[in-house]
C-alpha cells in the first residue's frame, strides 16, 4: 500500500496499523434497511484478517487494502475431457 499518510477529510497525518476481523465484509453503493448482501469484500476466517490501512483518530476514518480471495472448491470433480489439454497427436 502507498503511503497514506494525510487524512483526505482533515489533513492531519494518519497513523498506520491494521483494520483486525474474523468476520467477512461487504460493499454496496445503496443503504440498506436488513442485510441483503452485496459485493463481499473479505471472507470470514477464524485466524482473523489483518487489512492493511491508516486511520485518523479525530475524523474517525480509516482507509484499508482488502484483498478478497474466492474460496477454494470443496472438491474439484474430475475433467470429462481428459484429453483437452494435452496436444493433439500429429498425423
Ligand atoms: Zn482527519
Known amino acids: 500500500m502507498s503511503e497514506v499518510k494525510k487524512c483526505p477529510e482533515c ?19 445503496q443503504k440498506q434497511e436488513v442485510f441483503l448482501g452485496g459485493e463481499q469484500l473479505l471472507r470470514s476466517n477464524w485466524k482473523g484478517n489483518n487489512l492493511e490501512g491508516y486511520r485518523c ?9 482488502y484483498d478478497y480471495r474466492p474460496p477454494e472448491p470443496l472438491y474439484k470433480w474430475p475433467s470429462l475431457h481428459r484429453n483437452k489439454d494435452k496436444p493433439q497427436a500429429q498425423t
Open 11 to 29: 489533513g492531519g497525518e494518519m497513523e498506520k496499523g491494521f483494520l483486525i476481523s474474523p468476520r467477512t465484509l461487504w460493499w454496496n453503493t
Open 57 to 65: 483518530k479525530k475524523c474517525q476514518l480509516i482507509v484499508f487494502k
